[in-house]
Nanobody, 118 residues
Framework: VQLQASGGGLVQAGGSLRLSCAAS????????MGWYRQAPGKQRESVAG???????NYGDSVKGRFTISRDNAKNTVYLQMNSLKSEDTGVYYC?????????????WGQGTLVTVSS
């Protein structure tokens, strides 16, 4: 299963960006989809996740500012990022898990860079 992320870029503090990540390939189902980020010199951290049914969870640092959503018909997950701060800068990766014939899978996208200037 391949994940293609897009939507990153350069934005001023207080601005907004919307990330998208589309899954393609052969799969039976996609269960959870989510976004992670890795800032320079730091470990990758979870930003937000969403289940097939739409149940969501967020990292404490983004609650109230970011919104995750998904379109199951398009196998796509979105991350709406508002009120961006300089500390939101990093490479954002999408992740999806589910089932392919014969086993479970967990895949990562290639990452999209978000830079927030102060």
């Amino acid at each position: 299963v391949q994940l293609q992320a897009s939507g990153g870029g350069l934005v001023q503090a207080g601005g907004s960006l919307r990330l998208s990540c589309a899954a393609s390939g052969t799969f039976i189902s996609i269960n959870n989809m989510g976004w992670y980020r890795q800032a320079p010199g730091k470990q990758r951290e979870s930003v937000a996740g969403i289940s097939w049914y739409g149940s969501t969870n967020y990292g404490d640092s983004v609650k109230g500012r970011f919104t995750i959503s998904r379109d199951n018909a398009k196998n796509t997950v979105y991350l709406q990022m508002n009120s961006l701060k300089s500390e939101d800068t990093g490479v954002y990766y999408c992740n999806a898990d589910g089932q392919i014939p014969g086993r479970l899978f967990s895949s990562w996208g290639q990452g999209t860079l978000v830079t927030v200037s102060s």
